[in-house]
Structure formats: C-alpha cells, structure tokens
DNA sequence: CTGAAAGCGCTTACAG
DNA sequence: CTGAAAGCGCTTACAG
C-alpha cells in the first residue's frame, strides 16, 4: 500500500503550505476562495485521507462517541442504538458501541478502554451495581456523559439523565384501561426496586388508588418468556383480571402469544398494553398498545444534546423527561 | 480537568525512562518483572490514561474494527454485532458501528468516514448497488475487509467472504416439510434477484424437483408485514399451500401472526419454516421452526477471522460457509 | 490571507 | 535490560 500521502504532500502539489492545507481541512473561512478549491483538487488528485489520529493527538478531539447500553440484544435498545448512531454520523461523529450485558464489572472496564481510545463523549444507558466503580472512571477523564433510560445514581447530579416519562405512561396506559371498563388490573414485568419500574408502577398505582382498585403486581424479568409465564400464573392465582399494564414490549408480547396459546381473546377476555412501542408492536396479533417512547425522536434529541454539549460546551439539564403518548392498537380493544 | 499525565510522567515517577514504560505498556517480555511493577505502581499512583491516539499515529494501529451494516434494525444482524462486539472486546478490539440503511451512498461515505478513524479491519454486511464505489474505497485503503452474508461482488475475491450455507439450510427445511406430509410448499419472501433469496430458494427448489412438486414462489420483502399479507394471498391464489418456508424469520412471524388472526391452525393446516433463528422464534406461538445460522458462534467466527488477519496477516479464505442446523419447533408440526 | 516552527504523546530503531 | 533521539501527521499560536 506503500506510504499514505499527508498534508505535506498536499501542499506540495497544491503548491501552498501545509497550514494552509490544515486550514482547509477545517473548513477555515480564512482561506480565499480559490486555494481551496485548489488545495480540494490537489487531494483528490494524490488521493489523500485526513489521518485523525494525528488531528486527535494535537487537537484532543477525536470525533468518536461512546455508547454504552446494558442490553443490546433488547431490540428497544437496539432500535435507540441505531437511530443514534445514523443521526451522528449525519454530524460527523462516530459511535464505538459497547453492550455490557447488565455486567457492571464490564462497564467499567468497557469505559475504560472507550476513554482510552479518547472518546469525545459518553451516552451511557447503565447497568446495575457497583455504581461507584463506574461513575468515579468517568469523572477522573471528565468526558461529557449523558445518562439514558436509566440512572446510576438517583440522588446526585454528577451526570445529567434524560429518559421518558415513565410515571405519565404508567398513568395513561391504567387509565385507558379503565376506561375501556376494565375492572381489575394487573402490572407485570420489571424488576423490583429498580427506579425504572417504580415509576411505571406508580403511575400505575396512583391511578387505581383514585378508582379504589387494588393492585395486582408480578414484578420480573423482561422478556417475553416472563409474560408467558406470568398468563399462566394469572389464570391461576388471579382469574379476575381483565386487563394487564406489562414493564415493557416484549412482556406484553410474551403475554399476547401465551394467550393465544390458551385461547384468551386479547381485547375482550383481556386488554394488554406494552411500554416502549418497538416495532414489533405493530404487527404482532393483535397489534399490542404499547406508551410509545418516541424511540426515533429521543435518539436525536440525545443525540443533539451530547453534541452540543461536546462542541458549544453547553451541559444539558440535570433531569429531563421526554414526552410519551399511548399507542392505542387492538390488543387494549380498539379495532 | 488539567492535563492528564503522560508517560513522561509515569517515568519520572518510576524513575524509569520513557522507553522503558513504552515497553511496558506494550507488554515487551524484555521488561525486568520488578520495573514492570514498578511502573504499573507509578501509572496507578498518578492516574495514568493510555493515549491510544498517540499510539495510533506512531504505530499505525488503532485498535477499532468497523462493523458495517445493511440494517442494524433487523433483529438478526442486533444479535450478530451485539455477539460480535462482545467478542472484539475481549481481545482488547473496540468497534465502530454504522448502520447503512441499505443505501450505497451513505454506505461509501460511511466507510471513507472510518477509515479516517484508522480502523484496523471492516467487517461489512453490505448493502447492494453501486458496488463498486464501495469496493474502490476500501481497496483504496488496503484495510483487512470481511464481507458477511452478503457479497458485494460475487466473480472476483478482492474480499473474503463467508455466510452460513444458505442453501442447504434450504434444502433442510424443504425435505422437513416434505417428511411431515406437506404436498405443495411455498417459498415466500425475499429480493428477487439477489444472491442470498437464489441460494436460499435453491435449495428448496432442488428438493422439490427430486420430488416432482411444483413451486410456489412469492418474493418480496423480508418484514413481518410481508408475511402477514402473504397468507392472505396464498388463502386466495393457492388454497393448497399447506407449507411454508420463509425467506427470514421476520416473514415467519408476520405468517404465524396473520394465520392466528385468520383462524389457520399453524403445525396442522399449515406449516411454517423460518430462517435465521432469532431469539424471537423460541417465544412466538406456536414456536417458529427455523434453519438456525448460530448467529453467536458465527460472530466468533467472524471476529477470530478478522482479528488473525489484522493481527497475524492470515487472510481468510476467499468462500467460507458455516453450518446451519434445523430448528425443528411447533409450527413445523412437532409437539 | 499564508508560512515557518513547535508540539500533541506515543513507538521505534539504535546504542549501550 | 534500559536510555536518548527521531518521528508518526496533524493543529496551533505566532509572524508577516
């Protein structure tokens, strides 16, 4: 492959200096007009290729982001992921994606070696545990990091959070529950304890409570075999209940297949909403309702702020909630 | 945050010289064990961060691989980067991630974007159309460049290409079908014209030659939504389909859910076949049979691959097929 | 608007 | 086994 040509070679054949060139190639309003088109003739020509990490090693900005998810096989992970990803590429950055597999002894040193490999930002949808190890490897290479959907520490604000209003889908998903005359209703999936599904349940929760309905909560995984599981364990321990607000989609999938499998109507003998709004919801039978989380939208929101963060130096607010909205399908009894 | 220390400082903290903690971060067996404690101690005392784009630029080896997808939203090539990053990670390899979108443009642009981030190796699963452009690019740059389950040129070998055996996987699943008693099988799904639909349907067209039956073939999309309209179609155009092998999986599971919705009782009326095997076929009702590709060992594969080119200079052979195997679950017809 | 010089933090021969 | 020197390809002040 021989040598690569460098910004020497440029200038040489553009027949200007190699600041010059270094100029144009950060796009300098301070080069005429016509030296440029001259010094962009001269690199194609020669077929030259910016070498970033000699621009990183001087300007210590390297164009890269690292996304760190828990769980990428979760395809709501994975939808975020992708949109993220081809929203900075459209500005220019680069993501290095990293699936810790809700290991926190992985994270660490999955953020490590990111860091190592100077990253410009973070956007971290963090594991569980060992808060500490992580937060304090961060915090000593002072890389701009966002936190999504989850929060490593629900107190402090060392890291700004934005996630979706979880509390508010809780509530929309009950109350239309109710008004499609449900008469008992069950939350399911999540696990418990985590900050994630207290606020899915307590909107949950709230709701009931003003229509003095008691609760009933089977909190676990959240994966479609759980909601199998857990139609069976309904059907057994609580025949009453006609209407389900599951932690998450593929729950509320998991559900919707075990009650084929058992010949319960979705719709009618029970209504069933999801939490994130995949894809899949829109064609699973029935179609599942599911509190959409505007995947698309919150993947550029983040996407912009992290940005903003990196080149203006503006630091996102500590907290935010993006909005979500009901997606009424036929699985809660809609046509 | 000030400025981070170098390996100056860890060398006067060792009292070593620069050299010497070159060599140890460098893992150089020519290092005394004692000065290699030394040094770690030095690096950890003060907070030593490894500058890799320094590395990089001295070295000409960054350690970042290029993953380089046709479409990252398809839940079969999530689990193949997610498998396939985890196991970069272990050997020390970051990856930079980029969904195409199967567009040829941005899939050119995206390259040329990566290899200005110095990226060690691509592995690519192309998208289709202006294949050379993509091919010069990389070419270009002389970057170890893995092509999976797609090929963009299928005559020369400029790049090693490896993808599970698509055909017998269909070959396997036709003569399952046939076993279980199917007397006229679909295939449904899939771009016309493409070489992974042709091996793919080969396979079962074979089969069904040797078996004087005639074919059915409806292509198209590889989506759900496909799917479910195709039972549909088959309903109305040919009545006596009584199996079906599909393109993907996401055909698959678009077949399953529109025959509960319309009443066809899948492992009896009708039976179905997916491809791929992704995890969705274990929780679907009833469970998608499916010509597993073994997507997490295929990740390994591709990574040891590459990393031994990178690493060792192997190249891998031009035309590797990996195993497939048969899933046989309930919507085939076994309990 | 353009050029000459220094330097980012490593690795790489080359001595010793 | 360790040290002094050069250099990877850029960007960054600083002159002019």
Known sequence: MGQRPTILDVAKKAGVSKSTVSLVLQQSASVKESTRVAVRQAMADIGYVYNRSAATLRSSSSGLIGLVINDLRNPFFAEFATSFQMELA???????????????????????????????????????????????????????????????????????????????????????????????????????????????????????????????????????????QMVAKLAADHPDVDGVICFNDLVGLGVLSACVESGIQVGRDLRVVGFDDIQDCQDSFPALSSVSCHIPDFAKTTAAQILSWINDGVRPNDHQRSEVELAIRASSGQP
Chains 1, 2 share one sequence.
């Open 90 to 228: 459209q500005n220019g950055f680069a993501t290095v994606l990293a699936n810790t597999d809700e290991d926190p002894l992985l994270q660490s040193r999955t953020i490590s070696s990111l860091i190592e490999h100077g990253v410009s930002g973070f956007v971290i949808s963090p594991a569980y545990g060992q808060e500490e190890d992580t937060l304090a490897v961060i915090e000593a290479a002072g890389v701009p990091t966002l936190q999504v959907f989850r929060a490593l520490s629900q107190d402090d604000d060392r890291f700004p959070f934005v996630a979706p209003d979880y509390k508010l889908g809780g509530t929309c998903a009950t109350e239309h529950l109710l008004e499609m005359g449900c008469k008992r209703i069950a939350f399911l999936g999540g696990l418990n304890g985590r900050a994630v599904t207290q606020e899915r349940m307590s909107g949950y929760l709230d709701v009931l409570a003003r229509h003095r309905q008691e609760p009933v909560i089977l909190t676990g995984e959240v994966t479609r075999r759980f909601g199998k």
